[in-house]
């Protein structure tokens, strides 16, 4: 079994810092490409950004030069450093990894993390 355990989110001012983890954890082979996406109240859940295993990274135009996403692979963790918040960025952030497990590599499968609040107010 593969699982992904996220953490740090919290409730921060605009123009604060944040920074989110997500944990692999269980039976891994390889992990592939990992991404952050965020879901707002009443709003589909959208991508934010993604780091291949080759560390290649993309981001949503919305956080492009705000947000850094970065990968631990000792660690099986991804990372999101959020800087210079906005109320916009308060979601539900989810971390989301292609993942493959050792019983069954090199065929990988999507797994989510359980989602952490992040709350922009002043």
């Known amino acids: 079994q593969v699982q992904l355990v996220e953490s740090g989110g919290g409730l921060v001012q605009p123009g604060g810092s944040l920074k989110l983890s997500c944990a692999a954890s269980?039976?891994?082979?390889?992990?592939?490409?990992m991404s952050w996406y965020r879901q707002a109240p009443g709003e589909q859940r959208e991508w934010v950004a993604h780091?291949?295993?080759?560390?290649?990274?993309n981001y949503q135009d919305s956080v492009k030069d705000r947000f850094t996403i970065s990968r631990d692979n000792a660690k099986n963790t991804v990372y999101l450093q959020m800087n210079s918040l906005k109320p916009e960025d308060t979601a539900v952030y989810y971390c989301?990894?292609?993942?493959?497990?050792?019983?069954?590599?090199?065929?990988?499968?999507?797994?989510w993390g359980q989602g952490t609040q992040v709350t922009v107010s002043s």
């Open positions: 269980g039976s891994i082979g390889s992990i592939y490409t």
């Open positions: 780091i291949t295993s080759r560390y290649t990274t």
């Open positions: 989301n990894a292609e993942i493959s497990d050792r019983s069954t590599w090199p065929r990988a499968q999507t797994y």
